[in-house]
T-cell receptor
């Protein structure tokens, strides 16, 4: 069974640009969550989607947005990139009932120059 | 709101020695508790989970954890550490109604020969 797939693995952008990250969940999983991991702030929850609906959102500015498609694949977008957005962005999927174990992808490493 | 504290930032153990990583959580109801491990450049791998029932849970790679409600703790243990256990370990807490995980700051484990 394939795991959670995130693309791309690495990305370099400059300040002011925007970026879109992609996540394909494990087959049969309908919930997709996104987390930001930085050395200073650790792992922070961004948002969670289930059946194309956002069910919860973390404390991030509106520059961070996401969506989920009918096949459960998800994308997150960050607009007007800032240096502080440099991070490892992790996607996790689960079946979606309650807090089922979340299975993580290997992440996208985003570097802002 | 739930929160997690991992008191030890870094632990060094000798190969073959036992390991215990501490985790304390704050949550009003019965939490869902998880331990994840992260190797450099990779995502999070689920080691074990506690939802309810037996307070001693077994996980992968020879790890176990014990839920102690009276102490609000969920400590991770391994009787004999292997060099491949060197990694960063994260404790996380979730709730059934908010679809997100809150992570501790992590404990880095170094294994010496």
């Amino acid at each position: 069974k394939a795991g959670v797939t995130q693309t791309p693995r690495y990305l370099i952008k400059t300040r002011g640009q925007q970026v879109t990250l992609s996540c394909s969940p494990i087959s049969g999983h309908r919930s997709v969550s996104w987390y930001q991991q930085t050395p200073g702030q650790g792992l922070q929850f961004l948002f969670e989607y289930f059946s194309e609906t956002q069910r919860n959102k973390g404390n991030f500015p509106g520059r961070f947005s996401g969506r989920q498609f009918s096949n459960s694949r998800s994308e997150m977008n960050v607009s007007t990139l800032e240096l502080g957005d440099s991070a490892l962005y992790l996607c996790a999927s689960s079946r979606g009932q309650g807090t089922q174990p979340q299975h993580f992808g290997d992440g996208t490493r985003l570097s802002i120059l | 709101a739930q929160s997690v504290t991992q008191p030890d930032i870094h632990i060094t153990v000798s190969e073959g020695a036992s390991l215990e990583l501490r985790c304390n959580y704050s949550y009003g109801a019965t939490p869902y508790l998880f331990w994840y491990v992260q190797s450099p450049g990779q995502g999070l791998q689920l080691l074990l989970k506690y939802f309810s029932g037996d307070t001693l849970v077994q996980g992968i790679k020879g790890f176990e954890a014990e839920f102690k409600r009276s102490q609000s703790s969920f400590n991770l243990r391994k009787p004999s550490v292997h060099w491949s256990d060197a990694a960063e370990y994260f404790c996380a807490v979730g709730a059934s109604n908010d679809y997100k995980l809150s992570f501790g700051a992590g404990t880095t484990v170094t294994v010496r020969a």
